[in-house]
């Protein structure tokens, strides 16, 4: 479906055509998920001049080098974050707010953690209309967010080279999980969603190892780059 012809406000057969054509044939399988992304206006989570994109099987480039993450990679990473009722659950690099009030919707009880104000400006006013019990803070993303630690599932939403050390011991030590992309070099090159599982095996959070799930490509989240190197 061509999004650029879409008429003004015919966003519900959007969603329609977005979980019928993009997310059910490509592995997604909890209802949650599904209804959600039936119900979200995902036009809403971005500019206006960007909302006839909000539908198309690709990311929606936002400013600074951000996205909204094309709605199969994020209704799959959301289900494997395996969300249950009551959990407590953070998404570092939330953007807009889109996969926070998914996983919301899956009964998450969700922190949202945003660096960028431009950002936190539609989530503020998307997010108490359909995920009102979603908790938004404004801080450095390779921070994480250590108050309200652990965390029973923690999804990082963009691509990154390695997970962040002071995310990882945040994690719930008795069956946390983590998900996230993990790029190939360039974000470009594609790279692999990943799912990360505190205390299995007896490893300790701090040495989580992530498993590659399935292939993908999103952008790189500019804030969790590595910083370059000094070099005489």
């Known amino acids: 479906m061509d999004q650029q012809s879409l008429p003004p406000g015919d966003y519900a057969a959007a969603r329609d055509h977005m979980v019928d054509g993009q997310i059910r044939p490509?592995?997604?399988?909890?209802?949650?998920?599904?209804?959600?992304?039936?119900?979200?206006?995902?036009?809403?989570?971005?500019?206006?001049?960007?909302?006839?994109?909000a539908y198309a099987d690709e990311d929606v480039p936002l400013a600074r080098g951000r996205a909204l993450m094309e709605p199969m990679v994020i209704a799959r990473l959301?289900?494997?974050?395996?969300?249950?009722?009551?959990?407590?659950?953070?998404v570092i690099g939330a953007g807009p707010g889109y996969g926070a009030a998914l996983l919301a919707a899956c009964g998450g009880r969700v922190t949202a953690l945003e660096e960028d104000e431009a950002l936190l400006a539609i989530a503020r006013r998307i997010l108490p209309e359909f995920a009102p019990g979603t908790v938004l803070v404004q801080g450095p993303l390779t921070a994480g967010q250590a108050d309200g630690a652990p965390w029973d599932a923690i999804l990082i939403e963009g691509a990154v080279r390695a997970i962040p050390p002071a995310i990882a011991p945040q994690l719930n030590p008795r069956g946390g999980r983590l998900v996230t992309v993990l790029a190939h070099g360039n974000a470009a090159s594609g790279g692999q969603a990943v799912l990360a599982e505190a205390g299995q095996h007896?490893?300790?959070?701090?040495?989580?190892?992530?498993q590659p799930m399935f292939d993908c490509t999103t952008p790189l989240l500019p804030p969790l780059l590595p910083k370059p190197a000094f070099q005489f």
């Not at 997604?28 to 001049?49: C, G, Q, T, Y």
């Open 26 to 53: 490509n592995k997604v399988i909890d209802p949650r998920i599904i209804r959600a992304m039936r119900a979200l206006p995902r036009e809403r989570f971005v500019p206006p001049h960007l909302a006839s994109l």
């Open 202 to 210: 007896g490893v300790p959070n701090a040495a989580l190892r992530p």
């Open 78 to 90: 959301a289900q494997l974050a395996r969300v249950r009722e009551g959990e407590r659950v953070l």
